[in-house]
């Protein structure tokens, strides 16, 4: 079994106002490729934390932090970076679009960092808009696009580097109800054609789109569960 993220024995402590703050207390988790994760807790429970740690946004206080492979824990900030824009896919409850850009544009942004926006790129990126639902969206800015429509945007942005995971935080919390299934069941797809998702949510009923749900409590992991098979989804082209 291939992991795609592997969390060992990691805490995070942070100094706030003279006092140390425990944010995560020796959490120890493992995510194969092809998993699909719900991270779950009330406000303070370590999941942002946990999420900033497998982002490469931030790095644990003690532990191992493994993708793939590579042992990130304690990497300088430029090669984190190097990690952040190669290997993992990220989607906000905010979309994270840059408003001058077209849709096209904000999907190539990763490339652009790179500097691998080649032709056999460019196209790759047409794909993506395509697979999305936004083929006949690509010269239009965020400003001319719905919620759901951003969402999608940044759904394809996510997926441009062929990442180790998608790290999705609360990405259906703008949406209303009938976006919010929109978003969840491309998502779904998604993960039967073997993305890897870890995501954050408050809502049960998005968590319940995931195969496992993780909870975390007071920096710990409260408990650790798979759920019954989700119903297929399929990608459309």
Same mark, same amino acid.
């Given at each position: ?12 402590? $942070? ?79 905010? $979309? ?15 490339? $652009? $960092? ?124």
């Amino acid at each position: 079994m291939k992991l795609a993220a592997s969390v060992q024995q990691v805490t995070k402590e $942070y100094v706030l106002d003279g006092e140390t703050v425990r944010a995560l207390r020796g959490v120890t988790l493992e995510v194969p490729e092809g998993d699909y994760v719900a991270v779950m807790g009330a406000s303070g429970s370590g999941k942002s934390t946990l999420l900033n740690l497998l982002g490469c946004l931030d790095r644990p206080t003690s532990g191992k932090l493994l993708l793939g492979e590579d042992d990130v824990s304690q990497l300088s900030d430029d090669r984190l970076s190097e990690i952040r824009a190669s290997r993992i896919g990220f989607i906000f409850q905010s $979309y994270n679009l840059i408003p001058q850009l077209t849709v096209l544009e904000n999907i190539q942004v990763p490339l $652009y $960092y790179q500097g691998r926006l080649t032709a056999r790129e460019r196209d790759r990126c047409h794909e993506l808009a395509g697979m999305v639902g936004l083929a006949d969206r690509l010269k239009h800015r965020p400003t001319q696009l719905s919620g759901g429509q951003q969402q999608r945007v940044a759904i394809a942005r996510s997926l441009v580097n062929d990442p180790y995971f998608i790290l999705a935080d609360e990405p259906t919390g703008n949406l209303d109800s009938v976006t919010t299934e929109e978003i969840l069941g491309l998502l779904d797809a998604l993960n039967e054609a073997g993305k890897t998702i870890i995501m954050v949510t408050h809502e049960d009923d998005v968590g319940a789109r995931a195969k496992r749900i993780i909870r975390l409590r007071d920096g710990n992991v409260l408990s650790d569960a798979r759920q019954q098979q989700k119903r297929k989804a399929v990608i459309r082209h």
